[in-house]
């Protein structure tokens, strides 16, 4: 890792890729992570299935190249996976959340993910976790987005109903004030 690449490996949760794919803008998403090693878990995947009766772009999620489906070693990803969805798990929910952190444990990578309960119980354990904006940000800085793009991305996100702490006006003073560019 550099000051130019902050992260090598991402692992991603329902919310990011289903709201590109919505916005259908997975094609800027792949080509800004070209360079980085992207997951995402047979859970999330289910998840975006399950979705695409609702949302028909979100199906196009499932045959993304540039994202990799974390592999599965047997009992002891299982010990992880369900450690994690006890944190992180309630009332059925938190299973996508759950395979997401176990996988990014394994591999020293950044979970992705817009939920906040679970990102606060996350962080509470040492993970390295962050959202749509933090990544966002993480391109405006290595000067592979400007800002002003940046925004306009959130703006299209929050259309769609994904919940951003900024709007796309308030995009790079919210990024600025938060450290993250």
Known sequence: MSPERPFDTLVF???????FA???RLD???????????????VVREEIKQGAAKNPHADT??????????????VEDLRVFTKWLRRVGHKGRGAGEASVFA?????????????????????????RVHGTVWL?????????LPPVAAGT????LRDSGMRLPCTGADFEDYVRKHGLL
């Open 61 to 74: 999620a499932l045959e993304l190249l540039w994202l990799k489906v974390a592999p599965s070693s047997g």
């Open 153 to 156: 991305l959130v703006d299209m």
């Open 28 to 42: 800027v998403l792949g080509d800004l992570l070209s360079d980085y090693d992207c997951y995402t878990t047979t």
């Open 22 to 24: 919505i916005i259908e």
């Open 103 to 127: 996988f990014a444990e394994s591999c020293d990578g950044i979970a992705i993910t817009d939920d906040r309960e679970a990102t606060r119980v996350a962080r509470n354990y040492g993970m």
């Open 136 to 144: 966002l940000a993480q391109f405006c800085r290595a000067d592979r």
């Open 13 to 19: 949760d329902t919310m990011c890729i289903s709201h």
